[in-house]
Structures are given as structure tokens and as C-alpha cells.
């Protein structure tokens, strides 16, 4: 038994080779998680905050690659493993929730067939037990009259309720460590609050840690112990949520915190950030947020900045570079 | 369910009311029934009275309901090759041509199901790359090519297997089966293999496809975050999901088969319908042309109607639609 | 070559479709053996030591002589003689000749017939849209090779005998385009229903361009990669048609022998060990076939349309 942090990731790059070049999707990203943690993976589409999730569970679609840096799982080196024992530890120590829970069950099983057999993968059940314990997950992440659900195929449940089958399934094995890419993009505003109510109790019951990956800031604010903002491939800015919220240090994660509303706010225009993140064919010199930045000096346009730790609190900025130097 | 069962049946009854309306018509306008019953130089008023007891000079619609009420109770006339009842020499025939072809589309689907759900899965490693390429040549061969390929290889130079014939077949009642017979056995073996090459690897390049798609799909991957077996995730999972579209075109390979099956009992002398079909065709024996068609068609529209019915069995999301 | 020729041959080069087809060993194979047996279809008639259609310059004597490599073969007979005494490399090249003309009409007849259809199907919709795709859903669940057989069986019971030869040639394209039209008016319609519902093509409508022009300007040219890839793939399903007609004695004559009939015709010959007039056709044939498709497969790719 391990009990360093349930997840650590250090110097990540994947790269994704075209016809034309390789493009590097995510470069040097590094954080750990603590267990029971939540950490909150916040940026725009195509800024790798997917890919990194992916990454961690050994699901990355190729042609892309890891084409650097290390990963543990509880304590466990993963992102060398073959495919057969990456096996081992998803579903029992790592788990993944996906963003659409219309496609992440299969249509041709009923429910219970799906949640029997991941039980009976990872524990030494039989049949029944298997069945009663998938009674009582289906129970516990709250869809009414289970008996019955049980029995139903997936296209008798409603999006809200899928997405807690898809969480009762991620849950069979007990695992220590969720990866959850957009668990609530797909569904309904209503029912968004719902399941990442639901999310945020199970894993404080069963203290398991979360990577909540989102572009929902309102979302991470609401859930997560600590917040990662991804640009570009990089981590921009990584610390405790409420300093981060409140107190943003880099640039791009202040133009995000302003362009949203704050309750009972009434402005006549939402702030915006300038401008598009760049395609990853054209990553700007320098800091890859420059073209974009309100507060960019000459350096930034020159050289990448490097990583300033504030006391547990992350900023890749020549603003708080220069500060240290 | 039944609603659409029903819906289905009636749909193939137009089929084949259509495909019979061909068939009068080649009955009909193809050559002359009097000419081929009493030879040219028979008179005028023999003519006149055999075309009147024929009921030749009835109205269109008649003579065609006729037809069908004929076709229905199995009765296709005369054959002018053989001068025997159509509907004898087809069910002596039939026994031949079935038991090719179903040995055929097993074979096909026991090899061809297998090999793609390999390419699909390990689409990069060499073997995948060499089913594809020799799937590739198995598409371009020609049936009948082939047949004389295996006959030059195996009954020629090797002798190992009769290069044509049925064998020694055995009676079970009216139905005379060659696969009981050691004999029968051998000689079934070349033009089985040969029919079912092309079908072969049709089925291997769909279900790797298939495949392919599926390994895709978020549910695969959702199975695989959740940690399970290789073996469930492939043939379980992606395995039920590609059934849909092999059943679809299995179904249609079966009519495909038939049609082939032509070319290779010519090849291979098999005294199956295909060859009887093609002596007609050269003879000019136009009721058993009719009853080749009919009776194809009625094969095609029952595989289909079966294919439709296993929809329902195999997928879910369409039972609940229909209950 | 100019600086601006070389930049366009250069842009040639490198573009997209080019730069698989290098990539791709396979579609290179499939370009050149496919070239190189159509250009010496073409030539025939120089390329041929003896012409199979004159029956003056056969010698029954010559007969049944095997290939240059084997004992009692010669130069004079490079691939050796049929039982009639004539040249088999000869007729394989005028077989070849006759087999490709055959196919090649009967895909563009398909093509073009198919096209058409589907264009006016999707510009004319309604019953006609609907009676159109009827016919071809029955069409396609009866194989092609079935409706070739029978086309061409009826076709020469219906006709008197004396015609027989001189007909064969379009009955067989006939028999072989009939069913292939299914396919390209298909695709033509999806296409074409795509497009119509664009604004330009709307536009264009309402201020009164003539649907013909609309078609020919607009629909079209987004149809043309699916349709290209379509008739390769039915380019070899087409040669392969027509060589199991012949090979069946629907098709072409022996007085007229395509690659089809020739093996038809050696097949005879089988066991009494002559078995070069029969395999080195069907070897010829399978390669033509073969190579067809490595094109169909690789331009399917290349091209990617939205083809099934």
C-alpha cells in the first residue's frame, strides 16, 4: 500500500504525428492529486485538457502518443504499461466517466448485464452477489425502482439517468481515482447541477479522487479542491480553487474569471478575451497567450515563460517571472 | 411487431407477383408454346384448337392469374428439353444445389467472420495487411477461375479430389444428400470452397470494417475504462454490434451464393438448378427458365423476410419500438 | 521546362491525391499492370504475331503447342497454340481488347444512365424520386450476375439465331450495364440532395437558371469523385461479368473469342493436360481484375467520398 498522492503526473507531452508534422498536443504538464482530492482541468476545446485525461488512463486514441514525461497511479509507474496491464488498473484503481452517456453504454446490453459484468471482472463474485451489489449501486447513485431498471436496456433511460449508470459502472470496483471528461456537457442545464451534486457526494463517501475535466468554470468553482487552467497544451495556472477564483494570477485565467457573471451581477456586457486560442499548427513564439494578452511585454513574445511556484500556487507568466528573478 | 411482420409479407408478395408477371411474360412472348408443343408443321385449325384449350386466346389479366394459380400449386408446365414435369426435375435438383450452398455460406462465415474481427482489432499487424491482400485477389478472382484453379491443383495434379460430380449420394425420402457418403463428401469439398471464396472474404472486409467503426465507437472505450477482459470487450461487446450489419449482408450473400452457385456447378458438372438453369438458357427450355426465377426470387424474398425477423431478435432499440 | 511549369508540375506533385498514390506500393502496382495490359489491349493489332480472327492463317498442324518454356514449345508460338492451331498470346490480346471495349461501354452506359437518374430524382422528387429508389431497392437484392444471365439468356431467345453473332457484343453490354446503374444514381441523388438545398444552388434557381446548367455546373462537379470511384470498382466487376458470360457460352462467340470464351474454350482441355490454354487467359484475366480494384481501393481512399 501506497500512501504518497493517488496520482502523479510529470512532464506530460503527447505528441500527434499528421502528414504533414507532429503536432504536440500537450507539453510539459505536471501536478499530482491527493486522495480524495478533486482536481479541476479547465480550458477551451483543443487546449489537451481531454488528451491529458485520456493520457492517465492509457485510452489515448491514436495516432496520438505520449511521447514524454511519467504518470503514477497510486504510486505505480502506468504510462510504460502494455495495454494487458493498464487493464488491471482501470475500472479497479482508476476509472473513467465519458462526456456523452448517450454512446458510453452499450445499446445491445441491458443495464444490468453491463454492470454485473464489470463487477464480476474486478471482484470474486458470484452471479447473485454481483446482482444485489449492482442493485445497490444503482440505489446509491439514485435512479428509482432499480428492480426494475435493472433489466432495461439503455435507450429506456433518460440522459440524466444514464449518466448515473455511467457513474455506477465507473463506481463497481471501488476505485481510487475517477478521470471525469465533461460528465455534463451532453446533458441538460437542469440536470448538470444533479449529477455533479451527485459526483461530488459519492467520491467524498468513498474518497475517491477526481480529475473533473471541463470548460464549465462554474462547474469546477462548485466542485473542485484545486483547479489546473489549460492553454495551448500547457498549464497556464494551477493552485487551490478559491485563490485561483478569486485571485487569478495569469493573465488568461483573469479574462475567464471576468467573462463570468457573478450572481446578482447585472452588466451590460460580458467581458470577452480577444481573439481565439491558436490552432496547434500555429502556436505563437513565446507564450502562446501573447497575441491574446492585455498585459504582454516584449519578452513574452520571445521566450516561453517558465513555471513560478507561489507557495502551492502555479503560474506560467513572465509577469511573476520577473518577479522571482 | 407483428404490424410490421405483416407488413413485411405483403411487401414480399409484391415482389413476387411481380417477379411471376416476368415470368408470364417470358411464358408468353418468348417463343411460342404451340409452335414448341406441335412442331411447325402442324394445321391451322390444330393450331387454332390448342391455342383455345391453352386458354392462349383468354384476356391478359386471366391468363396471368392463371399463371400464378398454376405457379402457387408448384405446376410450371412441361419442360421442352426433358418433357417432364418442370416441378419434378427442379426438386430433384434442389437437394444439389442447397447443400452446396449451405455448405458454402458456413464455410464463409466460419473463416470469414474470424479473420475480419483479427484485421479490425489489429488493423496494423502484418497478417491483417496479408488477409486484406489476399482478400483483395479473392475478390478479383473469377468464380469460375477458381474452380479451375483447385480442379488443376487438387484433381489433376494431385488426384486427391474428384474433379466433378456429387458422388454417391443416399435417399432421405425424397431429398438426396451427398454429405453422408465419404465419396459425396470429397466431391463437395472443391466447388464448396470455390463458391464460397468470394463470399469469404466479402463477409472478412465488412466485418473488419465494422470492426473498425465499433473499436471506435464510446462505448468500447467507455468498456475499456472500466477495466474489462479483451475477450468481453471484442467478442462480447463489439462482436453483438457488428452482427447487425453481417446478417444484413449474409442475407444478401445467400441470394448472391444462388446466382454463383451457377457458375460453379457448371464448372464442376454438379447436377444442381444452376446447371439446369444454364442448359435451359441454351436450350431455349423457357418454363424451366420461369420456374429457375420463381423460385429463386421466392428464395431471396424468404431470406429477406428472415433477415428482417432477426433484426428484431439481435437489437433491442427496435423490439421496444414496435411493441 | 519554365519556372512557372515546374512550379505547377511541382503543386501536381505534391498535392494531395498524388501524394498517396507514392505513398501507397499498391495503387503503383495496380496503375502500372493495369496500364500497361490496357495499352497492349489498345495495340493489339500491331503487338499480336497472328490475327485469331483469320481463319486463313491458321494451321491445324500448329496445333496444341505449348508455351516457349516448356519441352516441344518455340518463339514462334511465345505462349503456344489451342487445339485449332492458333496463337494463344494473340488471342489473349484481342481477348483483352474485346473484354475491355465490353466493359468499359457497359460502364459508362451504366454511369451515365445512373447519373441521370439520380439527378432527376433528387431535382424532381415526389413519385418519381420515390418510384426510382423502389426499382432500385428490388433491383439490389437480386445479384447482378443473375440479371445478366437472364437479360442474355432472353435476349437470344427472342431473337432470331442468324443475328446472334452480330448482336452478342451489345446484348453482353446490355446484360452487364442493366444492373449497374443502381449504384451511381444512388450516390448521385445523395449528393445531388445535399447540394440542392444549399443557398447558392437555391439562389441560382430563383433567378432562373436552367436547371440543365444548374446540374451540369453545380451538382455535378461535387459528384464527380464518387462517380470516378464507382466505375473503377464496377469497371472490375464489369470485366469480370462479361468473362463469366462468355465463360458460360452467353457471351461472346468463339468466332469472336474474349478472355471469357477462350478459357471457356481450353477448359475442354483441362484433362488432357493442355493446360496452358486455358490458365494463361484466366491468369491474364485475374490480374486485369486485380489490378482494377488495387486502383478502386486506393482511390476510394484517396478520395474518400461518402461511399459505403
Redesign the interface.
Known amino acids: 500500500m501506497h500512501d504518497g498522492p493517488i496520482l502523479q503526473v510529470e512532464n506530460l507531452r503527447i505528441e500527434i504525428p499528421t ?1 504533414h508534422r507532429t503536432l504536440v498536443a500537450v507539453d510539459d504538464v505536471s501536478f499530482e492529486l491527493a486522495r480524495g482530492e478533486v482536481l479541476g482541468v479547465v480550458g477551451e476545446s483543443g487546449a489537451g485538457k481531454s488528451l491529458t485525461g485520456a493520457a492517465i ?1 492509457g ?1 489515448l ?1 491514436p495516432p496520438g502518443r505520449i511521447a514524454g514525461g511519467r504518470i503514477w497511479i497510486d504510486g505505480k509507474r502506468v504510462d510504460n504499461l502494455s ?2 496491464e493498464m ?6 484503481i482508476a ?2 466517466i ?1 462526456q ?1 452517456p448517450m ?8 443495464v444490468g448485464q453491463q454492470l454485473v ?2 463487477i464480476r ?2 471482484l470474486d463474485m458470484s452471479r447473485a452477489e454481483a446482482r444485489a451489489r449492482a442493485l445497490s449501486l444503482l440505489a446509491e447513485v439514485g435512479i428509482p425502482a432499480p428492480e426494475q431498471r435493472l433489466d432495461q ?1 439503455p ?2 433511460f433518460s440522459g440524466g439517468m444514464r449518466q448515473r449508470v ?1 457513474i455506477a ?2 463506481l ?2 471501488n476505485p481510487k481515482l475517477i ?1 471525469a471528461d465533461e460528465p455534463t456537457t451532453a446533458l441538460d442545464v437542469s440536470i448538470q447541477a444533479q449529477i455533479i451534486a451527485l459526483l461530488k457526494r459519492l467520491c467524498h463517501e468513498h474518497g475517491t479522487a477526481v480529475v473533473l475535466v471541463t470548460h464549465d468554470m462554474g462547474v469546477i468553482a462548485e466542485t473542485a479542491d484545486r483547479v489546473a487552467v489549460m492553454y495551448t497544451g500547457r498549464i497556464a495556472e494551477l493552485g487551490p480553487v478559491a485563490e485561483v477564483v478569486r485571485a487569478p494570477r495569469h493573465p488568461y485565467t483573469a479574462g475567464l474569471m471576468a467573462s463570468i457573471p457573478a450572481i446578482g451581477e447585472t452588466r451590460d456586457r460580458l467581458y470577452q478575451i480577444d481573439g481565439s486560442m491558436p490552432r496547434l499548427t500555429n502556436i505563437p513564439q513565446g507564450c502562446p497567450f501573447n497575441p491574446r494578452c492585455p498585459a504582454v511585454f516584449d519578452r513574452c513574445r520571445r521566450e516561453r515563460p517558465e513555471t513560478v511556484d507561489l507557495g502551492g500556487h502555479r503560474v506560467a507568466c513572465w509577469k511573476h517571472g520577473e518577479q522571482e528573478a | 411487431m407483428i404490424r410490421f411482420i405483416i407488413s413485411r409479407i405483403l411487401q414480399s408478395i409484391g415482389v413476387m407477383l411481380a417477379v411471376g408477371l416476368i415470368a408470364f411474360a417470358l411464358f408468353t412472348y418468348v417463343g411460342d408454346p404451340v409452335n414448341n408443343m406441335l412442331g411447325p408443321s402442324a394445321s391451322t385449325d390444330d393450331r387454332a384448337r390448342l391455342r383455345t384449350e391453352l386458354g392462349l386466346d383468354d384476356p391478359f389479366l386471366v391468363q396471368y392469374a392463371r399463371f400464378i394459380g398454376r405457379a402457387v400449386q408448384g405446376d410450371f408446365g412441361l419442360s421442352y428439353q426433358y418433357a417432364r414435369p418442370v416441378i419434378d426435375i427442379v426438386a430433384e435438383r434442389l437437394p444439389a444445389t442447397a447443400e452446396l450452398s449451405l455448405v458454402a455460406v458456413f464455410l464463409a462465415l466460419l473463416v470469414g467472420i474470424p479473420m475480419g474481427i483479427y484485421a479490425g482489432i489489429r488493423p496494423r499487424s502484418w497478417l491483417s495487411k496479408l488477409f486484406m491482400s489476399v482478400s483483395l485477389i479473392g475478390v478479383s478472382l473469377p468464380t469460375f477461375f477458381t474452380g479451375i484453379v483447385l480442379i488443376v491443383l487438387f484433381a489433376i495434379v494431385l488426384r486427391w479430389l474428384p474433379p466433378f460430380g456429387r458422388g454417391d449420394v443416399v435417399m432421405l425420402g425424397w431429398w438426396s444428400t451427398g454429405l453422408l457418403s465419404w465419396s459425396g463428401l470429397k466431391s463437395i469439398l472443391l466447388p464448396s470452397v470455390t463458391l464460397s471464396l468470394f463470399q469469404m472474404t466479402l463477409i472478412m472486409r465488412l466485418v473488419r470494417s465494422e470492426m473498425l467503426e465499433i473499436v471506435r465507437t464510446d462505448y468500447i472505450r467507455f468498456a475499456q475504462a472500466r477495466g474489462l477482459t479483451s475477450r468481453a470487450i471484442y467478442f462480447r461487446h463489439a462482436l453483438k454490434n457488428t452482427l447487425v450489419p453481417v446478417i444484413t449482408i449474409t442475407g444478401l450473400q445467400m441470394g448472391s451464393i444462388i446466382a454463383f452457385a451457377v457458375i460453379t456447378e457448371t464448372v464442376f458438372q454438379w447436377p444442381g438448378l444452376g446447371l439446369l438453369f444454364i442448359q435451359a438458357l441454351n436450350f431455349g427450355d423457357i418454363p424451366v427458365m420461369a420456374a429457375y426465377l420463381v423460385f429463386v426470387s421466392l428464395m431471396f424474398v424468404a431470406i429477406n423476410l428472415f433477415v428482417d425477423i432477426l433484426y428484431f431478435v439481435v437489437d433491442p432499440r427496435l423490439r421496444s419500438g414496435w411493441t | 521546362m519554365t519556372d512557372q511549369g515546374l512550379s505547377r508540375w511541382a503543386a501536381f506533385w505534391n498535392s494531395d491525391i498524388l501524394y498517396e498514390f507514392r505513398r501507397s506500393p499498391l495503387a503503383i502496382v495496380g496503375f502500372v499492370v493495369a496500364g500497361s495490359l490496357i495499352l497492349s489491349a489498345l495495340l493489339a493489332p500491331i503487338l499480336a504475331p497472328y490475327d485469331p480472327y483469320d481463319a486463313s492463317g491458321i494451321d491445324l498442324m500448329n496445333g496444341l503447342i505449348p508455351p516457349f518454356w516448356s519441352d516441344g514449345g518455340n518463339m514462334t508460338f511465345p505462349l503456344g497454340t489451342d487445339n485449332q492451331g492458333r496463337d494463344v498470346f494473340s488471342g489473349i490480346l484481342y481477348g483483352l481488347r474485346l473484354s475491355l471495349t465490353i466493359s468499359v461501354s457497359a460502364v459508362l452506359l451504366s454511369a451515365l444512365v445512373g447519373t441521370a437518374l439520380g439527378l432527376v430524382a433528387a431535382w424532381v422528387g415526389g413519385w418519381f424520386d420515390s418510384a426510382i429508389m423502389r426499382l432500385a431497392d428490388i433491383q439490389l437484392s437480386f445479384p447482378a450476375i443473375l440479371i445478366a444471365l437472364l437479360v442474355d439468356g432472353v435476349a437470344r431467345n427472342v431473337l432470331p439465331q442468324e443475328q446472334h453473332a452480330s448482336l452478342a457484343m451489345p446484348i453482353v453490354i446490355l446484360a452487364i450495364a442493366i444492373s449497374g446503374w443502381v449504384q451511381y444514381a444512388r450516390t448521385v441523388r445523395s449528393i445531388a440532395m445535399v447540394e440542392k438545398g444549399k443557398d447558392y444552388v437555391e439562389a441560382a434557381r430563383l433567378i432562373g437558371v436552367n436547371p440543365v446548367t444548374i446540374a451540369m455546373r453545380h451538382i455535378l462537379p461535387n459528384a464527380t469523385g464518387s462517380i470516378f470511384v464507382l466505375g473503377t470498382v464496377h469497371l472490375a466487376i464489369a470485366i469480370l461479368t462479361e468473362a463469366t458470360l462468355s465463360f458460360l457460352g452467353l457471351g461472346m462467340p468463339p468466332t469472336e473469342p474474349s478472355i471469357g470464351t477462350l478459357i471457356r474454350i481450353g477448359n475442354d482441355f483441362l484433362f488432357s493436360g493442355e493446360w496452358w490454354i486455358t490458365i494463361l487467359p484466366g491468369v491474364t484475366l485475374a490480374l486485369l481484375v486485380l489490378s482494377v480494384n488495387l486502383l478502386g481501393d486506393w482511390l476510394r481512399d484517396a478520395l474518400n467520398p461518402q461511399l459505403r
Open positions: 502528414r488512463i485510452l486514441r495495454q494487458a487493464r488491471k488498473v482501470r475500472g479497479r476509472g473513467a465519458f456523452d454512446t458510453s453504454l452499450n445499446p445491445l446490453f441491458t459484468e464489470t471482472t474486478h436496456y435507450h429506456q455511467v459502472l465507473a463497481c470496483a478521470i
